[in-house]
């Protein structure tokens, strides 16, 4: 940690500026958090930092901090000050029992994330913070894998994905030793752990306000979709089912309903962009919803997407994202009728309201080599 306090409870922050002046004091270090005797360390390797000794059950101890992470609040908080803003570095919150790593303006709680941990614990901490009218923000301190066409992300770096009007779905994260803020932005889901994505750097040289203007001149832009082989893509299902899924729940109820996987209609199956909103795989929420309730109705009845969205809301496991509401998966339900939509399987009548055009039909032969 960077900050500790006297007996008299005077706050200090190391520094490469000030450590001759910390090394010159002959008064003893205490942690803000608990109470604990310090150690200043000043090596080659790491930043100027405070160090609990050893032994200590200090949750708030610095000894498991990666050079990363010291690094990067030490970065943030010489950014936002140079701006003009108020900045508390690790800010400890009695009556929450948190320690922000940044308290900016004293209603912003800025945490630096680089080690994987559940995220059930990121959702405990923002729900601690808002309880106390602050303002969570959190910041990834992950490399983003990528290869030629996509990114890939792991469930862990899903729960810091963020939505807005200029940049759709998109994730940040922070690298410090290159002084910067990256974005991948507009994603698309494109399978398993992969994303299509637009990206955009955003270096500290630059003011917030200068990377509010980048960020709003991004265009909407969004990547042609692709449109994949729907029998070449049901084989691939099929053998991906038949291998590694066999006696899955799914499976199960699909023999004892006297189902084929390979001739379900061609509308069941569909990988969409914001397929990454829930846990469950496409083939399984899109047979639930067609033999749940697409086949139940006839042609031309009417039906509102009320009904259509309970019947979703029963059969996924919504992500858990540190920024969405419960409600933010339905997103992909919509993007589910527009396609069907777009099949001519139903048509929007009127505002949340349907009609079925055609029933979804049984694939009887295969056509993929005739």
Known sequence: MFTAKNRQGDYFTATQANISHLKAKTDPFFCPACGEELILKCGDIKLPHFA???GTRCRFSSEG???????GKKELSRWLLYQGFEVQLESFLQTINRQADLLVNGKYAVEFQCSTVPPSQLLERTNDYLSKKLIPIWLLGQDIVKNKFSYAFSNFQLCFIRKSEELGYYLLFFQPEKRRIECIHHLAHAG?????????????AISI????LKIKAVKGHRRKRYQPHREIERERL??????YKSRSHFMQE????GFSLYHLPLQVGVQLDKQFLVHTAPVEWQ?????HFFDRLEVGEHFAYRAIAERFRACVVPLKVLTFQDYEAEELLKEYLLYLEEKEILVEISSCNYRLKRKMKWRQHSQIFS
């Open 52 to 54: 609990h000794k050893r």
């Open 65 to 71: 901090e990666t050079k990363k992470h010291l690094l």
């Open 192 to 204: 398993s752990k992969y994303f299509f994505g637009e990206r955009l750097v955003l270096p500290l």
């Open 209 to 212: 306000k200068e990377m509010q």
């Open 238 to 243: 099929c053998y991906y089912y038949a291998k």
């Open 254 to 257: 699909l023999y004892h309903a």
């Open 287 to 291: 047979f639930s919803l067609w033999i």
